[in-house]
């Protein structure tokens, strides 16, 4: 049983910057890959980033390339998204997800969810 916990989200202009972070607890120590998704109103979740628990596998989905980057402190159980250059298409409420086993999949075939956390990025 793990539970994830996200933080961060709020509002903020085009072009700045937002650090989400996942808080990871309860069987932490079967988490290999965390990921972070996003779901816009009326659109499907989509893939956002992913990383491996050695941290030496990552994915990012072509939208978000070279704005965002992924990290995770395994010592603490906490996992990043660093947002920066943000757009108002990057409005969305924001999910962390984790599985035990596995390479980063772009699916939702995950084990776990958090609650998800709101970002509104203003024009």
Same mark, same amino acid.
């Given at each position: ?14 072009g ?17 890959v965390?990921?972070?998704f ?26 978000v ?8 402190? /395994?010592?603490k ?6 947002? /920066? ?9 924001? +999910?962390?997800?984790?599985?035990? +086993? ?22």
């Open positions: 049983q793990v539970q994830l916990v996200e933080s961060g989200g709020g509002l903020v202009q085009a700045g910057s937002l650090r989400l972070s996942c808080a990871a607890s309860g069987r932490t120590f079967s988490i290999n965390m990921s972070w996003r779901q816009a109103p009326g659109k499907e979740r989509e893939f956002v980033a992913g990383i491996n628990r050695s941290g030496f596998s990552t994915v990012y989905a072509d939208s390339k070279g704005r965002f980057s992924i990290s995770r402190d /395994n010592a159980n906490l996992v990043y998204l660093q947002m /920066n250059n943000l757009k108002p298409e990057d409005t969305a409420v924001y +999910y962390c997800a984790a599985k035990a +086993y596995g390479v980063v999949t772009t699916t939702l075939q995950y084990d776990n969810w958090g609650q998800g956390t709101q970002v509104t990025v203003s024009s």
